[in-house]
C-alpha cells in the first residue's frame, strides 16, 4: 500500500470539517505502507474536531506510526501479545488459516 497518507488498516479517519467519533478496537495490520503520511495503522486523522479512540490495535513494526502499537512479526503470531482480545470466543491463532489472529468463525 503506497500514497499520500495511507494506513495499513484504515487510510483516512474522519471527514472534512466533521466532528466525528470514530473507535478502532482490536485491530491489527501486516500491510506495508510507504509514502508521504503513510503510518502503519491509521493514514490520517482528517482534523482536531474528530474525535477518535484507538485501542488494544497493532500493526507491524516495518512500518512507522503513532496511531496503534508497533509489534514485530514474531509478537504478531502469539496470542500474548493482544492485550484484551478474547482467544476464547472472538480469535483463534489456526496456523491452518494464518501465522497472525483470525476471526473464530473462520477457524472451522
Known sequence: MSGTDAGGL???VGQQGG?????IVNS???STVAGTGAE???GFVT?????YAITHSYFIDTATGTLGTPLTSAQLKL???FEGWSFDSTWKMDPKLSQYPSLAFEAR
Open 28 to 30: 491489527y495490520s501486516t
Open 47 to 51: 482534523s482536531a474536531e474528530t474525535n
Open 40 to 42: 502503519g495503522l491509521v
Open 19 to 23: 466532528s466525528d467519533s470514530i473507535l
Open 10 to 12: 484504515v487510510g483516512q
Open 79 to 81: 496470542a500474548s501479545s
